[in-house]
């Protein structure tokens, strides 16, 4: 998980999974793990981006509002603004803690994977 935040390749803790704002890397440059691994893989980081969105917005809105920080109109559009920003931010932190999460239960490669790719 500490790779996972680190955006290094779960498994050897060395290739960067990400070559870009967005642009991710096929497969770790050190150790060729498989980052993407099946078509529809990593919409399981759209459960961990949107969750933790959501936990944040909630408890900044009841913080700033029982706070008496932010009311009405700005505090909407500030909670807005960074159910907006957050996500985008936070996009490559998502896949990467996935991908760790998904190593950890289902290290790569598993059987099928190693023989569609006539691996050992
Ligand atoms: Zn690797």
Redesign the pocket.
């Known amino acids: 998980m500490l790779r996972g935040l680190r955006l290094?390749?779960?498994?050897?803790?060395?290739?960067r999974i990400f070559r870009g704002w967005f642009a991710m890397n096929e497969r770790?440059?050190?150790?060729?793990?498989k980052f993407d691994r099946a078509p529809g893989y990593l919409l399981g980081s759209i459960y961990i981006n949107y969750g933790l969105t959501a936990m944040l917005v909630v408890a900044m809105y009841f913080g700033m509002y029982f706070g008496e920080v932010l009311e009405g109109q700005r505090l909407l559009i500030a909670m807005t603004a960074f159910a907006v920003v957050f996500p985008l931010w936070f996009f490559r932190y998502a896949r990467s803690l996935w991908i760790a999460f998904d190593e950890r239960w289902d290290p790569w490669p598993n059987e099928e994977e190693r023989r569609r790719e006539n691996l050992q």
């Open positions: 290094l390749c779960p498994r050897c803790g060395q290739g770790c440059p050190a150790c060729g793990r």
